[in-house]
């Protein structure tokens, strides 16, 4: 990194130059494992052709963070220009998420050859519990109206999983880890992990898991609904 670039970069260019379209693989946390409980923390991150995170930090001070290719390029306090800074943040978090899940449009669409009434009624099944399970979801994140003292931790993935290279969009939000993989043979394998008393990560086997045939968009289109959800309550304000 050229010296003289550190400064010239205002964190206003670096916003407009983020850029999430062609990204392959996107991540937005609100609050992903704190180091500090004081502190309150917003990241997006994009990998591909340009690898590239922004951190929102909020501790004693607020701060954001520019990172290139792991390498922090700029960080600057945002007291000076702070609801610019934020309103750019917000947008930025939501232009991440809706081209992280506009990637599988065009699999939502695709039927699945040879699907049947049997797979049709199970799915619908699956539908009523996947709503019951995420309405719980939506209750508790309701309570942020009114709970200044709640501390929202959640994340979403999505894209081309690095590790494997499979098509996954990946939910975590309280309890519920929530894994979509959308499968070559065009099925979508949904996947829910209940964490609840263990940690991120500590459940070993899943609570729901299911092979999506024929209700692709109705079971994706309520994951959608959980992730905008997430999004506005997790706002910067």
Request: proline share 3%; with cysteine.
């Amino acid at each position: 990194m050229i010296f003289f670039d550190f400064f010239k970069s205002s964190p206003r260019s670096l916003f407009l130059e983020y850029s999430p379209q062609d990204a392959k693989w996107h991540v937005i946390t609100w609050n992903f494992d704190l180091k500090n409980l004081q502190e309150r923390l917003w990241t997006l991150e994009i990998q591909g052709k340009n690898d590239q995170v922004i951190e929102w930090s909020k501790a004693k001070t607020e701060e954001i963070r520019f990172f290139r290719k792991n390498k922090l390029f700029r960080k600057k306090d945002v007291k000076s220009s702070r609801n610019e800074y934020r309103d750019l943040m917000n947008v930025s978090v939501h232009a991440t998420l809706k081209h992280g899940l506009d990637l599988f449009k065009d699999f939502l669409l695709e039927p699945y050859p040879g699907a049947t009434t049997t797979d049709y009624q199970n799915e619908m099944k699956a539908l009523q519990w996947i709503q019951a399970s995420f309405g719980t979801l939506f209750r508790a994140l309701d309570q942020f109206k009114t709970r200044s003292d709640l501390i929202l931790t959640a994340a979403v993935f999505s894209g081309l999983e690095p590790q494997t290279g499979r098509k996954v969009l990946r939910v975590m939000a309280f309890n519920l880890d929530i894994f979509c993989y959308f499968q070559d043979d065009m099925s979508l394998q949904v996947t829910i992990f209940d964490d609840k008393n263990l940690g991120h990560g500590g459940a070993k086997s899943p609570t729901f898991q299911q092979n999506i045939k024929v209700t692709k968009p109705q079971i994706y289109d309520e994951i959608i609904k959980l992730v905008h959800k997430i999004a506005t309550v997790g706002e910067i304000v």
